[in-house]
């Protein structure tokens, strides 16, 4: 059966893992220690109003229950995060970068680590 991440410790642990990056969202895989599949959806207010975030959310919510179960890594938390250019991306197209993202993560691999943001301030650099 597959449950849905609740817990904000989840979410934040599921960053610690594969982080599979498409054009409409970003799909994290993190081993749960035998919790069976649970998959968990973010889309935060930089996307747009509530209107379109609760709309994206849906969207989201279908695409992880028709892959899931065929395509979901056993054992290991699903999170998805939303990105600006989902809401416009029809579904079926999102729905084949879906399975690619969980093909890669099932491959064990995962896109190129970021780097950290550079700080802001009036900082000195150098030791000036």
Do not use: C, W
């Amino acid at each position: 059966m597959i449950q849905v991440l609740t817990k904000r410790a989840d979410f934040i642990a599921a960053n610690k893992g594969l982080r599979n990056a498409r054009p409409g969202f970003v799909l994290l895989t993190v081993p749960n220690g035998g919790k069976g599949i649970r998959y968990g959806i973010t889309v935060t207010k930089k996307i747009g109003n509530a209107v379109v975030r609760n709309r994206m959310k849906r969207r989201f919510r279908e695409l992880l229950r028709a892959a899931l179960p065929d395509g979901g890594l056993i054992d290991h938390d699903h999170v998805l995060i939303g990105r600006s250019g989902g809401i416009e991306r029809e579904f079926k197209t999102m729905a084949d970068e879906l399975d690619r993202a969980l093909e890669r993560a099932r491959e064990g691999k995962s896109d190129p680590g970021r780097s950290r943001r550079p700080r802001r301030g009036n900082r000195k650099v150098g030791g000036q």
